[in-house]
């Protein structure tokens, strides 16, 4: 070989180790970076497939209903949901006044009766035929509720029996005509 070559060779030897070195560190630090890397992936992996579960789950929550109609605030219609609230059946205008210890009088059940097509009219109530009125109930197996009066505050009178749940409504005796003078 040529003096001049061989000085040369060993420079290229030089350079060859300094760059095999040099590819060496760098393979080294990207190994290293690589199973830096390998963690977080897996982690965007799961919160993908978590993210991709919880969108595929049903709603937690029903849908949006619309508002339950607003009452009126007169506490007449609370103690007339009260007792529809402890009646099995449909009740007319004037079973209701009895119910609420009303006087069985014209302005009373007319008065009554308008209550209760207010509060049809504000879907609470039901009205299955004229004058018959009833609540909406989900259909339960349940025992219906003990037939009670009530008083005008809403609660049983004083000394009031309950009456048991198969009884019927106690009605009061019809007015007797009286008849007129003779003459």
Same mark, same amino acid.
């Given at each position: 070989?040529?003096? *001049? ?19 060496? *560190?760098?393979?080294?630090q ?7 890397l390998?963690e =977080? $992936?897996e ?7 978590t ?11 029903p ?14 219609y *609370? ?16 079973? /209701?006044?009895?119910?609420?210890? /009303?006087?069985?009088?014209?302005? $009373? ?25 009833? *609540? ?10 003990? $037939?009670?009066? /009530? $008083?005008?505050?809403?609660? =049983?009178p ?6 048991p ?8 005796p ?8 003779s003459?």
């Open positions: 070989m040529d003096a *001049q070559i061989t000085p040369l060779l060993e420079r290229i030897k030089a350079r060859e180790r300094e760059f095999a070195t040099t590819a060496e *560190q760098l393979r080294t990207i190994d290293e970076l690589t199973a830096s390998r =977080p $992936n982690e965007m992996e799961n919160l993908a497939v993210r991709k579960t919880l969108l595929a789950l049903p709603p937690t929550t849908e949006p209903t619309d508002p339950p109609p607003a009452l009126p605030d007169h506490p007449a *609370q103690r007339i949901l009260t007792v529809f609230a402890d009646t099995a059946g449909p009740m007319r205008a004037r079973d /209701l006044c009895e119910r609420l210890d /009303l006087a069985i009088m014209p302005k $009373n059940i007319e008065s009554t009766r308008h209550k209760l097509k207010r509060l049809v009219s504000l879907g609470v109530l039901t009205e299955p035929e004229p004058g018959l009125f009833t *609540q909406h109930r989900p259909s339960t197996t349940s025992p219906p509720a003990p $037939n009670r009066r /009530l $008083n005008r505050a809403g609660a =049983p004083t000394g009031a029996a309950v009456l749940p198969d009884a019927p409504p106690r009605r009061r019809a007015p007797v005509a009286s008849a007129g003078p003459g």
